[in-house]
């Protein structure tokens, strides 16, 4: 009973952190502006970007097909991959949840006697919260890409899945590195990209293995697939002598032949550009006869919940994310709330539809609501998922489930009675309902706006 009950006040507790985290950051004004303008960028870059494809929906159409066809084949696939990639001398371990992959991941670089690793952005990494095992065990982890690299000093997590410090001004970052590392106040980006330049070619070089996530899984030649504009993902899987790869069971393709209208596809929709500048695809440690590669090189195939998600009726479509990020910037409640009110991994439409699947539902139900159903996830994404479809079914299971307060549910029943008896609405004078409206409606509302005053004549007599 004591367990039941501090679960329940836990989940009321993220409903209502939500709740007050937003009512907090949509007034920030600096917030509000320096999203505005990151995503004012992003959206003129990807309007240019689409202009590459004679029939833009014709390829939305087959990838999203090729993504369906995946996931109903995904054990022949992953299956196939395993085959190829072990016969090429790499490691596949299949990992059902964060502490599976953790452990192995540990195991590794401490019979490897690793202190100091590299490490390339992947969301999926952050689900399983690596950096943070890795400093319990006296292992260094350094991000590498510069936006990741950010955030991990600012000691904070990423912001959005493709840009993770979007909320940041190029004054907050060189604020940032004057403080922790004394770099000259002020300094331009230019200045700063030079440091950390320098900074992270040393760890580079020192480090004894490196983790990269993997934005596809190439079935038929047993191969991973990572795109990325930096190049350090590049030299995180080719200095170190060991290179593990996580990443989820979903992120399947058939075959090397589908990148011609994967990859364009990805990065029209994640940065605006025709394509992304360094993309490679490893199949293995290296061989005898090669110079350059790890040693060692093990994928680890991760569940965490997406066989849960597979296993819905209708969300498991959503597996079909490439995770572009599309959504989240299209998105009204993600640009006025941010990403860190979600409080998830993943943030934004496709996070709220897949977090309460992959990372429970008692605590992640409530961003369900987090959303206007403006349907502008739906149409930027280019695997058609139907996003706004998807959340209020989960709305409809979590009333299903009594995922409500009582307050709520008589505030919704006595709004269901007078929208079914408009009349209702007439019998009080305007000037009564001017006053007790509101006051009704005052925690709901919130402070900050003030709520709209009730017409002198009701709507029906003026039409008349
Ligand atoms: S749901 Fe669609 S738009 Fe959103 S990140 Fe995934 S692929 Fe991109």
């Known amino acids: 009973m004591l367990i039941s009950l501090q679960q329940k006040n836990y989940h009321l507790n993220n409903k209502k952190k939500f709740i007050l985290d937003s009512d907090k950051i949509s007034f920030d004004l600096k917030h509000r ?141 060189a604020e940032l590195f004057h403080e922790k590392f004394k770099t000259p106040e002020h300094s331009s980006p230019e200045e700063l990209t030079a440091w950390v330049r320098d900074y992270l070619r040393e760890k580079f070089v020192s480090a004894q293995a490196g983790i990269t996530g993997a934005n596809f899984i190439v079935s038929d030649i047993g191969g991973i697939a990572l795109t990325e504009n930096e190049g350090n993902a590049f030299l995180t899987f080719s200095f170190p002598k060991i290179h593990i790869v996580v990443v989820g069971i979903e992120k399947v393709i058939p075959s090397i032949n589908d990148f011609d209208i994967v990859w364009p596809l990805l990065s029209t929709h994640g940065t605006g550009q025709k394509v992304t500048a360094y993309n490679s695809i490893i199949t293995g440690p290296r061989k005898s006869d090669e110079i350059d590669g790890p040693e060692e090189m093990h994928v680890i195939l991760l569940d965490n919940g997406r066989t849960n998600l597979f296993k ?106 007078v929208m079914l008896n408009p009349r209702l609405l007439s019998l009080s004078p305007s000037s009564l309902k001017n006053i007790f409206v509101p006051i009704m409606m005052k925690k709901l509302w919130g402070s900050k706006r003030k709520f709209p005053r009730f017409a002198k004549e009701a709507f029906r007599r003026s039409f008349k």
């Open 312 to 417: 819905q009726k209708d969300h498991w479509e959503a597996l079909s994310c490439i995770r572009c990020g599309a959504c989240l910037n299209g998105c009204p409640v993600y640009r006025t709330v941010g990403g860190y009110t979600y409080n998830t991994v993943y943030q934004g439409p496709i996070g709220s539809v897949i977090s309460p699947y992959i990372a429970g539902f008692d605590e992640n139900y409530h961003l369900a609501f987090a959303s206007t159903l403006c349907r502008k996830c739906s149409e930027v994404c280019p695997v058609q998922i139907d996003l706004p479809d998807l959340l209020l079914k989960t709305r409809k299971i979590s009333i299903e489930r009594k995922k409500y307060t009582s307050m709520e549910k008589v505030s919704i029943s006595s709004w269901k009675n």
């Open 33 to 173: 502006n320096t999203i505005k303008f990151n995503i004012s960028k992003y959206n003129n870059a990807v309007e240019k970007g689409n202009t590459q494809y004679l029939n833009i929906a014709k390829a939305k159409d087959r990838v999203s097909f090729l993504k369906r066809e995946v996931l109903l084949n995904l054990d022949k696939y992953l299956l196939q991959f395993e085959q190829k990639f072990t016969s090429n001398g790499g490691k596949v371990f299949w990992a059902s949840d964060a502490k599976e992959a953790t452990d192995y991941i540990v195991d590794i670089l401490e019979k490897n006697e690793v202190k100091l690793i590299v490490k390339s952005k992947s969301m999926v990494t952050e689900e399983i919260e690596i950096n943070h095992v890795l400093q319990k065990h006296n292992i260094e982890s350094v991000e590498t890409d510069l936006g990741e690299f950010i955030v991990q000093v600012a000691g904070e997590k990423p912001y959005h899945i493709v840009t993770p410090c979007m909320h940041k001004s190029k004054e907050d970052v």
